[in-house]
């Protein structure tokens, strides 16, 4: 393979498949307890998360991922790195629906801007 030149090659389009979503879990003593020293107000523990197609790695062409929660959440801003083999995700408790914004960054091979 020639190696990379920084620049975009012209005419040249590589497709990946990945899956992004959340989910969403109220607390329920039996089936998810809500962990010790989580906030009163606290309903449900959540997950955003990006990954591969049936959990197939895809640490190969994303490096680190971007995720903007709500201001209220403490850190809101936070940056996943890539492990081989797990999705990109965020497991959080809270109270209430929120949008969140995923930023991607490619590894730098690619020469794709996040
Ligand atoms: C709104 N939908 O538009 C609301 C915002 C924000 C939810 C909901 C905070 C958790 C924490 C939390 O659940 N925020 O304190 O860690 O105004």
Redesign the pocket.
Same mark, same amino acid.
């Given at each position: 393979m020639a190696p990379p030149t920084g620049k975009r090659v012209k005419g040249v389009q590589i497709f990946r498949p990945f899956v992004y979503g959340t989910t969403a879990r109220p607390f329920d003593e039996k089936t998810n307890p809500k962990p010790p020293g989580v @906030?009163d107000d +606290?309903t449900h523990s959540w997950t955003v998360f990006i990954k591969g197609i049936d959990d197939v790695d895809i640490t190969y062409w994303l490096r680190r991922v971007q995720f903007k929660l +709500?201001e209220?959440? @403490?850190n809101h801003v936070r940056m996943v790195e890539g492990v081989k083999g797990q999705p990109f995700q965020i497991h =959080?408790? %809270?109270? %209430? =629906?929120?949008e969140i914004t995923m930023k991607l960054y490619y590894v730098p091979e690619s020469s794709e801007k996040p």
């Amino acid at each position: 393979m020639a190696p990379p030149t920084g620049k975009r090659v012209k005419g040249v389009q590589i497709f990946r498949p990945f899956v992004y979503g959340t989910t969403a879990r109220p607390f329920d003593e039996k089936t998810n307890p809500k962990p010790p020293g989580v @906030p009163d107000d +606290h309903t449900h523990s959540w997950t955003v998360f990006i990954k591969g197609i049936d959990d197939v790695d895809i640490t190969y062409w994303l490096r680190r991922v971007q995720f903007k929660l +709500h201001e209220s959440i @403490p850190n809101h801003v936070r940056m996943v790195e890539g492990v081989k083999g797990q999705p990109f995700q965020i497991h =959080e408790t %809270g109270w %209430g =629906e929120f949008e969140i914004t995923m930023k991607l960054y490619y590894v730098p091979e690619s020469s794709e801007k996040p």
